[in-house]
């Protein structure tokens, strides 16, 4: 029986449990902070302070703000956390993804990438060669990285954009959703239009999901 604990029942948690079973995991659970009840049919046995008690049972974060999700990554040193691919994304056999990360539905990575720790690769994104995407980055649905991208650590790359290649882009900065990214992006904050450029204000949002 292969057990796991999936941290932060949401939408995004439901899109995790379904991985997790396509990936053989036959007694999943949740933890949650603030929700109790049930997640997708799967129950949610009480809050994040259960990690230390739960034994012989893998775990992965299912929470879109990429420092809640790194904080319980840290925490999760001693055990062991899954890292999730389902059966239908595209992935060269020259691909490195490192532990709590989770490749959706449809996702494709094409040859001589590496994606860091703790992140999302959203349903339908992809991510071409030589690219280097960080600690928990998200690319979000739809969402498409050219070749020889490099995305610095908490990056949240927002639905259906899109960055050309050779482009580098800082750690935490939002590109917001649509928007063309045709230059570097070297100073943290959020990006948003065709092309895109840098917000005048700062209210980045990563708190969905
Ligand atoms: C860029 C983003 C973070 C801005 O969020 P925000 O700071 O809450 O901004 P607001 O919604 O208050 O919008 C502020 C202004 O920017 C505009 N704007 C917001 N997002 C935009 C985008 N992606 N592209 C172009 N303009 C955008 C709004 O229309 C608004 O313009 P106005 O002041 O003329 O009315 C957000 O809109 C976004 O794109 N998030 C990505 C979400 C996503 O991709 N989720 C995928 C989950 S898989």
Redesign the pocket.
Known sequence: MKKLAIIGASGHGKVVADIAEKNGYTDIVFLDDFSTGNCAGYPIIGTSSLISKLTECSFIIAI?NAKIREKFQLQLEDKSIATLIHPNAVISRRVHIAEGTVVMAGAIINSDVSIGRGCII?TGSSVDHDCIVGDYV?V??GAHVAGTVAIGSYT?I????TIVNNISITNDT?I????VVVKDCRESG?Y??IPAKK?RYE???FS??
């Open positions: 879109g959203n998200h979000s649905v949240w927002g639905a259906g954009a939002m917001g959703a649509g928007a959020t948003i239009g917000e209210n980045i949002n969905e999901q």
